[in-house]
């Protein structure tokens, strides 16, 4: 097993909200406004999507959105996760809400 890496959560929380811009730069279909939180329930870690943007986009679509919010994280300085995720991004509905972002996966710690 891989050693865990500790980062701080402002740090992730940056990484997240420069991620979902890039990542909306290149899917004009998700104009989403820059999170100003990350959540840290069921098995991934993410931001939830508006159900007006859920509306209009296809499942395929908000995947390949996941997969470059993923990517644009894992881009971030001292933030290399690939391993944990392999790159893709992941998508988690409950209770009638989407919610986007990286598996929880077990080489991060989070740290204030």
């Known amino acids: 097993m ?3 890496q500790s980062i701080s ?5 940056h ?6 811009k890039s990542a909306a730069q290149k899917h004009p279909k998700f104009k989403l406004d ?5 959540t840290f329930s069921y098995l991934i ?29 894992n881009a971030q300085p001292g933030i290399a996760m690939e391993a944990s995720f392999g790159g893709k991004g ?11 972002g990286i598996p929880a996966g077990d080489q991060l710690q989070l740290k204030q």
Request: charged residues 5%; glycine residues 8%.
């Open 2 to 4: 891989a050693q865990a």
């Open 9 to 13: 959560l402002s740090q992730f929380t």
């Open 15 to 20: 990484a997240v909200q420069a991620a979902v």
């Open 34 to 38: 820059t999170p100003q939180g990350v």
């Open 45 to 73: 870690r993410g931001i939830p999507v508006p159900d007006t943007l859920l509306a209009n986009v296809t499942f395929g679509e908000t995947q390949a959105f996941a997969n470059e919010v993923a990517t644009q994280i």
């Open 90 to 100: 992941a998508i988690y509905s409950a209770g009638g809400h989407i919610i986007i």
